[in-house]
T-cell receptor
Framework: TQLLEQSPQFLSIQEGENLTVYCNSSSVFSSLQWYRQEPGEGPVLLVTVVTGGEVKKLKRLTFQFGDARKDSSLHITAAQPGDTGLYLCAGLDTGRRALTFGSGTRLQVQP | DTGVSQDPRHKITKRGQNVTFRCDPISEHNRLYWYRQTLGQGPEFLTYFQNEAQLEKSRLLSDRFSAERPKGSFSTLEIQRTEQGDSAMYLC??????????????FGQGTRLTVV
């Protein structure tokens, strides 16, 4: 069974601070996706990374896929209260056709 | 088409009752997935369809659970003889798969089930 471990599980920071969320696995993924989920809603896709070493930026969010395609990170610069939510990484293996999710990082940004 | 649609958004049922949820995927998407998410956890895979064929089922999908996608469009997930442990958010997602490529999965807003 493939496992995706996310850390930290919970993060509470002040507005303006920077943070990094990590997603690690012992398995290789063909692609990895990051989602953000608000309470009572479904996950919303933020980005997909496919190539080892790939870096993608979405405004203040920077996503990186590890060279070996086993891990990924999400870095947020100058966090804002609107960034509050559950951040989920999910990997797609070439051998399976459904995403495997991590347990998520709950981020709270205090104004 | 504005995205994946799930109905109902919320369902409260008594233990032992049957419930059915519906998912309408993005219209051109041929793959449809069902996931379950409990509080504080990431979504867990239940099953997926390519067109009308159910291609994979998780061990989480006990014999009380059944999913269908009869015409390759919308899907239903039925839970028979519900138990309190079935209380969770049930999420549906869809994607487009072609030529060995699977595009991103987009999720619906989920159906929150509470078994009392």
């Amino acid at each position: 069974t493939q496992l995706l471990e996310q850390s930290p599980q919970f993060l509470s920071i002040q507005e303006g601070e920077n943070l990094t969320v990590y997603c690690n696995s012992s398995s290789v993924f063909s692609s990895l996706q990051w989602y953000r989920q608000e309470p009572g809603e479904g996950p919303v896709l933020l980005v997909t990374v496919v190539t080892g070493g790939e870096v993608k930026k979405l405004k203040r969010l920077t996503f990186q896929f590890g060279d070996a395609r086993k891990d990924s990170s999400l870095h947020i610069t100058a966090a804002q209260p609107g960034d509050t939510g559950l951040y989920l990484c999910a990997g797609l293996d070439t051998g399976r056709r459904a995403l495997t999710f991590g347990s998520g990082t709950r981020l709270q940004v205090q104004p | 088409d504005t995205g994946v649609s799930q109905d109902p958004r919320h369902k409260i049922t008594k233990r032992g009752q049957n419930v059915t949820f519906r998912c309408d995927p993005i219209s051109e998407h041929n793959r449809l997935y069902w996931y379950r998410q409990t509080l504080g956890q990431g979504p867990e895979f239940l099953t997926y369809f390519q067109n009308e064929a159910q291609l994979e089922k998780s061990r989480l999908l006990s014999d009380r659970f059944s999913a269908e996608r009869p015409k390759g469009s919308f899907s239903t997930l039925e839970i028979q003889r519900t138990e309190q442990g079935d209380s969770a958010m049930y999420l549906c997602a869809s994607s487009l798969a072609f030529g060995g490529v699977n595009t991103e999965a987009f999720f619906g807003q989920g159906t929150r089930l509470t078994v009392v």
